[in-house]
């Protein structure tokens, strides 16, 4: 479902991200970690479209996002660390903002606009302004607008930042259900134990590049430090890399 071959992007003479090929089957959900700098977010930028590789391709279900980049994001429900919102629409107006950009069906529009918004408990806030929402509501309504398509297709940067114990895990618990019907995951994070807990996979970028990929078994064994938890696992890879 997510197919990254050869993918760099130089910075001038600095490769932000070197040659990483990956390749994430559906209904996979990818945890990307690595360190402050390391090429994460330019990683996700590139997956998303809205970055162009220097070289590499990207393709999502089977597409090049390159050559059609409209009916590659089609597939892909995106949701970044520091989200931008219209400050001045309403909940409900924001998501039939982005209803509009993905062509959802008009008739069924309110109706998985209300569901949305029940399941990330923000319903009684759907008529109020996006500038009276906190932080964490804010992050549940892009949530809300990223599923509002059905993408088969998720990309997320730090799920979990300004999210409080029960959103937490009620995301955790909704990543689970949709992995088992096929949507493919990938989720960047700094938050270790969540990586841990829910990847099927989980992908270590440095400097650049992809140094180690494999359930946390794979990469204990590759470690060489079969009783640690990723926690350690990661600081060890990151620091002899």
């Known amino acids: 479902m997510i197919e990254l071959e050869a993918i760099t992007k130089k910075y001038g ?16 959900i990818f945890g990307f970690i690595g360190p402050n700098g390391a090429g994460k977010t330019t990683t996700i930028k590139i997956m998303g479209g809205m ?18 980049p409209e009916k590659a994001k089609r597939k892909i429900g995106f949701i970044p660390d520091r989200p931008y919102l219209y400050e001045k629409l309403t909940g409900m107006e924001f ?10 069906n008009k008739n069924g529009f309110v109706q998985k606009a209300k569901e949305e918004l029940k399941r ?19 992050q549940r309504l892009i949530f ?9 297709v998720i990309i997320v940067d ?3 930042v300004g999210l409080d114990p029960v959103a937490i895990m009620m995301v955790k618990d909704l990543f689970k259900r949709l992995s088992k019907k096929g949507v493919t995951i990938f989720m960047s994070t700094h938050t270790l134990k969540v990586a ?20 946390t078994e794979d990469l204990q064994r590759e470690a060489q430090i079969t009783d640690a938890d ?12």
């Not at 990723?230 to 620091?239: K, Q, S």
Request: with cysteine; glycine share 8%; hydrophobic share 40%.
């Open 13 to 28: 003479d600095h490769p932000a991200v070197n040659h990483l090929s990956l390749n994430i089957p559906k209904g996979e």
């Open 51 to 68: 970055l162009l590789p220097s070289s590499g391709s990207v393709k999502i279900c089977g597409i090049n996002m390159k050559a059609y």
């Open 95 to 104: 998501l039939q903002f982005t209803a509009d950009l993905y062509g959802v």
């Open 120 to 138: 990330f408990s923000l319903i009684d806030w759907a008529d109020e302004l996006i500038e009276s929402y906190s932080h964490g509501m804010r």
């Open 144 to 152: 809300a607008s990223a599923l509002l398509h059905d993408p088969e």
């Open 158 to 160: 730090e799920p979990m």
């Open 196 to 215: 841990e807990e829910i990847c099927d996979r989980i992908g270590i970028i440095h400097r650049g590049r992809l140094i180690a990929t494999g359930t």
């Open 230 to 241: 990723l926690e350690r696992v990661f600081l060890l890879m990151t620091t002899e890399s």
